[in-house]
């Protein structure tokens, strides 16, 4: 097996991926640009996106992460929203994408029309995510997002299951096709909520971080495999496995969740960058299957179905942000009031991304015992790969530059540290007066310099946030708090040159320079902690 391919995409893309982060282009389409541009530069290797490898392998956990890091209780509090989005929505555009492509495009067959639109029909997670973290969308607006981004894969995945049945003769009908639409999330749901708890109950049973994060690389794979197994969403069971999971994730040790966070990150940051740029160099696997449809025709079929996805979402989020606040008293009562501008952000929002890609290219080539060609099989996969790139390149170019001009208030981040204050402060309170209880009893009398250091550590930790809302300094503009992290750092950095240095006159070994530096380290990261 040629390892190089592989080599060459994950390290291509994460250098393009790293550049993107200091340019005011999103990464995601700078990886797709450059995925086009290399994809006919000579020598180039071949890259088939394949479908048994992206949905079970790359898509758990990319959905996993995505999971983890929201929020149960903001999603909870935006269920009605989400649901309209990732379930009627998809449903919608795979009707009306489906039905206007049968009406374009002559000689195609309804039931591949739909297929078509249940291809197109999501919005992708990676997509959404990366783009909302970059332009700082208004919170309730990314947790819409971003809900809808976790569950809309498992309508899409279940709608063309149905479609491609209807499509190559298996007898397939409306009623059956709710049916198995049913199962597919009712069993999804159902087998996350009986993996989530002894998963949970593993993690914090487990007391070596490495079994723990072993553990934890292998849940959303798990998950969506028992799922599928029983012919449920495995979408549907990584999601709610990782929602439980984020919102418990307190109750697994410390070493565990810094390890944890490390370690997905990673896997993210590989598996979002080689996903991206891989959505590029489609670009030659497409055309070349294009075949019969070659030409002006297909350039018009592909600007008609592109269109059709972008009104459609319009013409569904308005009616679903404003009609259920219009016909209940109650909603009115309970939520704020949506605004026109936060719905046009959520109809822009909807670019799409590998998923689509990956089922399309999971249709089949022939229809169901024969050898007659699936009907425009070729024509699919070229309209889904212009949809996916006329998404993410129009509209992800698009929105940053669409927010500022509709200046929707973004997070406020004065009420955010002040917030982040008074809790601080409340769990100091709470800390200390632990403290107290356990020094009086004389089973844990300490001298009294190591007491005062932990009312210290303790009173550090309680002023430093407030010391953010201070005034800066008038030379450099820094925080106090930012001051006292920068000399933290120097200070630890003259100590690790000792250390080296001693290493070096063999003074001290290797291995004992490494207990060193691990302990400075540790004091570096306490020191130079994230603050957002």
């Excluded at 379930?87 to 555009?93: D, I, M, P």
């Excluded at 269109?307 to 404003?322: H, N």
């Amino acid at each position: 097996m040629d390892v190089m391919p592989l080599l060459l995409l994950v390290a291509g893309s994460a250098a393009v991926a790293g550049a993107g982060r200091r340019s005011p282009v999103p990464a995601p389409l700078l990886l797709v640009a450059a995925g086009l541009a290399l994809s006919y530069v000579p020598g180039v290797p071949d890259y088939h996106l394949e479908p048994e490898i992206v949905l079970p392998l790359v898509l758990p956990p990319l959905l996993y992460t995505a999971a983890v890091d929201s929020s149960y209780l903001d999603l909870r509090a935006q269920v009605r929203p989400v649901a309209l989005l990732s379930v009627g929505y998809v449903l919608f555009a795979t009707f009306v994408v489906g039905w206007a492509a049968y009406l374009l495009i002559p000689g195609l067959p309804l039931t591949a029309a739909l297929v078509l639109g249940a291809v197109v029909a999501p919005p992708d997670a990676v997509a959404a995510t990366a783009v909302a973290r970059r332009v700082g969308l208004p919170s309730r607006i990314t947790t819409i997002l971003q809900g809808e981004s976790l569950v809309n894969d498992a309508t899409a995945i279940t709608a063309y299951r149905v479609a491609v049945a209807a499509a190559v003769g298996e007898g397939a009908s409306w009623a059956g096709g709710i049916v198995e639409f049913l199962v597919a999330a009712i069993g999804g749901v159902g087998i996350g909520l009986v993996l989530m708890a002894p998963l949970h109950w593993l993690r914090t049973h487990l007391h070596e971080a490495l079994l723990q994060n072993t553990l934890s690389l292998l849940i959303p794979f798990v998950a969506y495999a028992v799922a599928e197994q029983f012919e449920a969403s495995g979408v549907l069971a990584v999601v709610v496995v990782a929602l439980y999971l984020g919102h418990r994730a307190w109750e697994v040790d410390f070493a565990t969740r810094l390890q944890e966070e490390a370690v997905w990150k990673m896997v993210a940051f590989v598996l979002e960058s080689s996903v991206f740029a891989l959505i590029g160099l489609q670009l030659p696997v497409v055309v070349r299957e294009l075949g019969e449809y070659e030409g002006i025709d297909a350039a018009w079929y592909a600007v008609a179905v592109f269109l059709v996805v972008v009104v459609a979402r319009f013409v569904w989020v308005y009616p679903a942000t404003f009609l259920p606040r219009i016909l209940s008293a109650r909603i009115r009562e309970r939520e704020d009031n949506p605004t026109w501008k936060g719905a046009f952000v959520i109809s822009w929002a909807g670019m799409r991304g590998v998923v689509s890609l990956a089922i399309a290219f999971s249709i089949p080539v022939t229809l169901h015992d024969s050898d007659e060609p699936f009907p425009g099989r070729a024509l699919i996969l070229f309209l889904t790969f212009t949809t996916v790139i006329g998404t993410l390149v129009l509209q992800g170019l698009t929105l940053p530059p669409l927010i500022r001009l509709l200046k929707l208030p973004g997070r406020d981040q004065q009420a955010a540290t002040l917030a982040e204050a008074n809790a601080q402060a409340q769990a100091s309170r709470a800390a200390e007066q632990r403290l107290d209880e356990l020094l009086s009893d004389e089973r844990n009398a300490l001298p009294g310099p190591l007491a005062e250091r932990l009312r210290t550590v303790l009173e550090r930790r309680r002023n430093s946030v407030w010391e953010r809302l201070g005034q800066a300094n008038p030379v450099t503009g820094e925080s106090v708090d930012d001051t006292y992290r920068r000399l933290s750092r120097e200070m630890i950095g003259a100590e690790r040159e000792v250390f080296v240095r001693l290493r070096d006159l063999r003074y001290i070994d290797d291995e004992m320079l490494r207990t060193l530096l691990r302990r400075l380290d540790l004091e570096e990261a306490a020191a130079y902690r994230e603050t957002t």
